[in-house]
T-cell receptor, first 111, second 112 residues
């Protein structure tokens, strides 16, 4: 069964600190993996896309990694800001118009 | 870039009443369109997707239906709402290739 599991479920960090969110997937076939940021009451917005051959990709203070062998991805946030408070969703694309969504990690950055 | 418009932002409806949620897309043509439901603490569940006008694929059996009367318009409907239809409904649009899905800001539907 295609599944995407994310951990932790929720996380509280102090402003300025770093954090890493985890995503494990059992999805086949695999086309790509995206991390989305979803602010409360808004739709998700794409942060990064990782294809099978990519190990690391950065978008500002966000750095995503992908290990296609172990089927794991992580999203590292550097020097967190209050505006980083949101849910972060890992999404795997099977390549057949089908996306498998994780349940997300809810991040709260505290001043 | 694409912009997805959804309305209303919030909706409170009694059980048994009809529903019509509208989604319109700007900034692209012939997109794939999607309706998702997001329950609290759950991942997004795909309800319907459409690859063109009048073409609707349903992912899960349910009390809802979808229609695409125009290229950039996607409508989610129900004739009689159930309590279990409560949730956050998101419309999304995607172009070709590895483009991401662009999401609207959703409609929070509460059934009383």
């Amino acid at each position: 069964k295609n599944q995407v599991e994310q951990s932790p479920q929720s996380l509280i960090i102090l402003e300025g600190k770093n954090c890493t969110l985890q995503c494990n997937y059992t999805v086949s076939p695999f086309s790509n993996l995206r991390w989305y940021k979803q602010d409360t009451g808004r739709g998700p917005v794409s942060l990064t896309i990782m294809t099978f051959s990519e190990n690391t990709k950065s978008n500002g203070r966000y750095t995503a990694t992908l290990d296609a062998d172990t089927k794991q991805s992580s999203l590292h946030i550097t020097a967190s800001q209050l505006s980083d408070s949101a849910s972060y969703i890992c999404v795997v694309n099977t390549g057949f118009q089908k996306l498998v969504f994780g349940t997300g990690t809810r991040l709260l950055v505290s001043p | 870039s694409q912009t997805i418009h959804q309305w209303p932002a919030t909706l409170v409806q009694p059980v048994g009443s009809p529903l019509s949620l509208e989604c319109t897309v700007e900034g692209t043509s012939n997109p794939n369109l999607y309706w998702y439901r997001q329950a609290a603490g759950r991942g997004l569940q795909l309800l319907f997707y459409s690859v063109g006008i009048g073409q609707i694929s349903s992912e899960v059996p349910q009390n809802l239906s979808a229609s695409r009367p125009q290229d950039r318009q996607f409508i989610l409907s129900s004739k009689k709402l159930l309590l279990s239809d409560s949730g956050f409904y998101l419309c999304a649009s995607k172009g070709t290739g590895d483009q991401p899905q662009h999401f609207g800001d959703g409609t929070r539907l509460s059934i009383l």
